[in-house]
């Protein structure tokens, strides 16, 4: 009897054509993926070559030169008695600055020495309450060395002047800062800090600048 032939798909040289096929057709496909990323990322990088610097300065804005600190505004300084500065929330006036003389015999400054005191104004021109704190808010420098508060010159001046308490929106609050320094004292410097006055206040510093005269 003669072998009956094998159908022809169960050949098996007929299934390795096919898996043969089958491989050089998914090969293709890959290297077709892989150049098409290819090309995507080459085209994003010549974008990024060609494109302008993000950070290019703005027109009409003022750069600073490299190397240079950038500008700054100038701080606000008052010179003498009857100036006024304001600020984003406050008005800050030296309404005087004299020289206090004592005939107490118990408060008398040292020898070589005088008081000084300065009457300041301070407006609350915002619509919040702020706590004004002489211990917090100021600091004086004598010829550029720190000094603090004589607070016996309060006494002398006839009651309780100390710039310390509330200050509601819309008020008003008056007090002097008292210092003993040298009788032959050339500057007084005063630092007002603003921002001391709440945790969110940006009004920055005021500075009180007198020479003796």
């Not at 804005?61 to 600190?69: S, T």
């Not at 003498?80 to 400054?109: C, H, M, R, W, Y």
């Not at 004086?140 to 010159?153: C, H, K, R, W």
């Not at 509330?166 to 040298?182: C, E, F, I, R, S």
Request: zero cysteines; hydrophobic letters at 40%.
């Amino acid at each position: 009897m003669e072998k009956a032939k094998k159908k022809w798909y169960k050949q098996w040289w007929i299934w390795f054509i096919i898996v043969v096929i089958i491989g050089a057709i998914g090969a293709n496909l890959n290297s077709s993926d892989k150049a098409a990323t290819n090309n995507q990322v080459n085209e994003a990088d010549d974008k990024a070559v060609g494109a302008e610097p993000t950070d290019k300065p703005e027109e009409g804005v003022d750069q600073a030169e490299p190397g240079e600190p950038a500008a700054k505004d100038d701080d606000n300084v008052i010179t003498a008695a009857g100036q006024t500065i304001q600020t984003k929330n406050f008005k800050i006036t030296v309404e005087q600055f004299e020289k206090v003389e004592s005939d107490n015999e118990f408060l008398q400054p040292e020898e070589g020495n005088e008081f000084l005191s300065i009457g300041l104004l301070i407006e609350n021109i915002s619509e919040k309450d702020y706590i004004v704190s002489s211990a917090v808010m100021f600091s004086a420098y004598q010829d550029g060395f720190s000094i603090n508060e004589d607070l016996s010159v309060h006494v002398l001046k006839g009651g309780d002047t100390t710039l310390n308490g509330d200050l509601a929106a819309g008020k008003k609050m008056k007090g002097n800062l008292t210092y003993q320094v040298p009788s032959d004292w050339e500057e007084l410097e005063v630092q007002v800090d603003l921002t001391a006055l709440s945790f969110f206040n940006d009004d920055g510093k005021v500075k009180i600048l007198l020479q003796n005269q």
